[in-house]
């Protein structure tokens, strides 16, 4: 796992706005259909790099780079560039057959550049900040941690259209996992032949998906993403060319949008009460939670045994009022959650019934100031203290979170007898460093999924994690978890079953305690059709939109 709020909020937030913020060019009655089909989308930054192996975010790449599959409707792995695949009885073999396709330099697209791929995006030299994702496959981590060689990695290519990949155990999301650009081809010949400047200017790249890239010098505020010719299924792209431009403010942003230079831009808290009864308004909701996590290993030993009391947990979460921090305090549309899990990231495979709902546990996310108090009183006499004075750590990057501690610590401090909440904003690296030194009290941070489904935040809470900054620790918690990617990884109901019972107990406990789900408010003509957009990912697919 790798995107808590210093990276996510801060760093894949502009991700988010940059693979979205789709403007159209307008067009007259006398444009041919070329013209039309040309798009003018904003991003908030620049692009640092267009090296699969080293990026740090898909949102915009995931429109040039496809693996075995890309990302449909609802999440739903589709066709990419394997053509068929098969998967062994026991669930550690995946064998797939990619179809007749070419690189946008006409080259073949061969089962040897996956094995490449993989190989240079484990090599530690490499230093690829995604390289997490590949564990569960053979030898993955074993290879990225240096202690066996990159021809170890459990992939290879038996001949040229076919890729068996060796697992360590199943992985139940694995088919999700291969729509992942990260997973997707590279051209050794393409690597060799630019040496240090691969990857770092459109030219010195070639690409394998419905777009590639021109006009991007690495440092640049514009490039385009032009129609890729030899892509293998261009007969569905209808967008010829999309322009990219740096807009650093939504209100640049609204003006490009009012002046039919955009076709889709992201609204700020004062726009979105302007214009949420816009025709052209549109809600996207993201699989990203902010939530509270818990120092159960603070050097205080008193704030310890606070912290540790599950009474006390429960009453400050019962103490947030998440409608009134979503509509009033951030007023930007963002969600409520119901747990620990995010809304929309993936359904029951049974029922289709969204894990969201499955998860939930009465008196846990409410709102309840009398029962808040109740076990806050309760929490303070197992403690043995009559006050608690605790400070909350977070990012002063997010223009988000001034407002949320601004509320939290009123909110605490005028329900729970007692309680003085200390406000400790410092700039974003800081946190995160103050975080890995388990330098907090209480921490302000916040999860997105990097695929669909509910082990990539179950996996945060586990003991000795990375990301589990505040040293949670549950043995029952532990156990599921351990059986849902073991045990019962094959077995797709029972491992459902388990991560239900697993988030259940887990927001029960009140290890970390979620405030809200991001929902990304925006202006969209409503000419700006076919844009394909998932909670997790590769967010944004632009391979089936088109201006009508």
């Not at 706005?17 to 041919?32: F, I």
């Not at 996590?293 to 979460?317: G, H, L, P, W």
């Amino acid at each position: 796992m790798k995107k808590l709020r210093a990276i996510l909020l801060v760093a894949v937030v502009g991700i988010i706005t940059v693979g979205l913020a789709a403007c159209g060019q307008s067009s007259s009655k006398k444009s041919n259909s070329s013209e039309r089909q040309t798009l003018n989308l904003s991003t908030t930054a620049p692009l640092d790099t267009i090296d699969v192996s080293k990026s740090t975010g898909y949102g915009q790449t995931g429109n040039t780079f496809e693996s075995f599959y890309r990302l449909g409707k609802n999440g739903q792995p589709t066709a990419g560039l394997a053509q068929s695949a098969k998967k062994s009885k026991d669930g550690k073999t995946w064998t797939f057959t990619l179809r007749n396709a070419k690189w946008s330099n006409g080259d073949k697209i061969t089962a040897q550049d996956f094995v490449y791929s993989w190989r240079r995006t484990l090599n530690p030299k490499t230093k690829s900040t995604y390289a997490y994702l590949f564990s569960g496959i053979k030898n993955a981590d074993k290879v990225n941690a240096g202690k066996l060689p990159p021809s170890a990695v459990g992939i290879k290519a038996t001949d040229d259209k076919t890729v068996v990949v060796q697992l360590e155990k199943p992985i139940a999301y694995f088919k999700v996992l291969m729509a992942y650009p990260l997973f997707g081809p590279q051209s050794q010949k393409a690597v060799q032949k630019y040496g240090k400047k691969y990857g770092t200017k459109s030219q010195y790249m070639v690409y394998s998906g419905p777009f590639k890239i021109e006009g991007w010098n690495g440092t640049g505020n514009k490039w385009q993403f032009v129609k890729n010719n030899q892509y293998w299924d261009k007969s569905v792209v209808k967008l010829k060319k999309i322009n990219y431009t740096v807009v650093a403010s939504p209100t640049t942003g609204l003006e490009l949008y009012q002046q039919g230079k955009l076709d889709l831009t992201p609204l700020s808290n004062q726009q979105i009460k302007n214009y949420k009864r816009n025709k052209e308004f549109k809600q996207y909701p993201y699989s990203l939670v902010s939530f509270l996590e818990y120092n159960f290993k603070d050097e205080s030993k008193t704030k310890q045994k606070v912290m540790s009391n599950r009474n006390i947990r429960t009453a400050i979460s019962l103490t947030v009022d998440r409608k009134q921090l979503t509509k009033k305090v951030l007023g930007d549309g963002s969600a409520t959650p119901t747990g620990f899990v995010a809304s929309k990231l993936a359904s029951d495979p049974k029922t289709g019934v969204d894990f969201a709902k499955q998860q939930a546990v009465p008196n846990t996310v409410d709102h309840n100031e009398k029962l808040a108090k109740q076990y806050w009183e309760k929490g303070l006499k197992q403690v043995g203290v009559k006050k608690v004075s605790l400070s909350i750590l977070a990012s002063s990057d997010d223009p988000t979170t001034s407002p949320v501690t601004q509320y939290l610590k009123a909110q605490l401090e005028k329900v729970l007898p007692g309680f003085d909440l200390n406000i400790r904003n410092v700039p974003g690296q800081v946190a995160t460093q103050d975080a890995l030194k388990g330098d907090f009290d209480i921490y302000l941070s916040g999860w997105g999924a990097d695929f669909n489904d509910p082990i990539s935040f179950l996996q945060i809470p586990e003991s000795g994690t990375a990301y589990n900054y505040g040293k949670y620790r549950n043995a029952t918690y532990d156990k599921l978890i351990n059986r849902a990617q073991n045990q019962d990884a094959n077995n797709t109901d029972k491992r459902w079953d388990d991560l239900v019972q697993a988030a259940k107990l887990f927001n029960k406990d009140q290890g970390m305690t979620p405030l809200y789900q991001q929902v990304t408010s925006y202006l969209q003509k409503s000419s700006l059709k076919g844009v394909i957009h998932n909670t997790a990912g590769t967010q944004w697919s632009y391979k089936y939109a088109y201006m009508k």
